[in-house]
């Protein structure tokens, strides 16, 4: 059997559009959300994120000690996400604060409460 052909008898040709459709629709966001999970594509930057996502905003050393990393270690990471434009750098006086972009924000909320949810009924159940 040649690998190329479709096996199928009848095509729903409706389902198909359906799903033409869905994917047309969706593109934008799917394409933000693959953006973002490119970025977030290591354990320490989705720690990061899920961090920023329920503090709003940290500073590169709170950062480091609550990852038990080094600053330069940490920054790399951050400024990978900023230029990819997920987080954002906010000063205020001399502190540099991170936070998410508030379109990534939107996009991760179910995500993160997801990671949260499961947290908490882990620890509930041990």
């Known amino acids: 059997m040649n690998s190329k052909e479709c096996i199928r008898v009848f095509a729903d040709k409706e389902q198909i559009k359906k799903c033409r ?23 320490v930057r ?10 709003e905003k940290l500073c590169v050393c709170d950062l480091s000690d609550i990852m038990e990393m080094q600053i330069p270690a ?10 990819g434009g997920i987080i954002e ?9 991170y936070s998410l972009q508030p379109e990534c924000a939107k996009l991760l909320k179910s995500f993160f409460r997801l990671i949260t949810d499961k947290s908490i009924s882990e620890t509930k159940a041990a």
């Not at 459709?21 to 354990?43: D, H, M, P, R």
């Not at 989705?46 to 503090?55: F, R």
């Not at 940490?74 to 230029?83: N, S, T």
Request: aromatic fraction near 6%; glycine fraction near 8%; avoid cysteine.
């Open 21 to 43: 459709n869905e994917v047309e629709n969706t593109k934008g966001v799917i394409g933000n959300l693959s953006n973002i999970f490119k970025l977030a594509g290591s354990e």
């Open 46 to 55: 989705l720690s990061i994120l899920h961090l920023l996502y329920q503090e």
């Open 74 to 83: 940490i920054a790399q990471h951050l400024r990978k996400m900023k230029d």
């Open 89 to 97: 750098r906010n000063r205020d006086g001399a502190i540099v604060y």
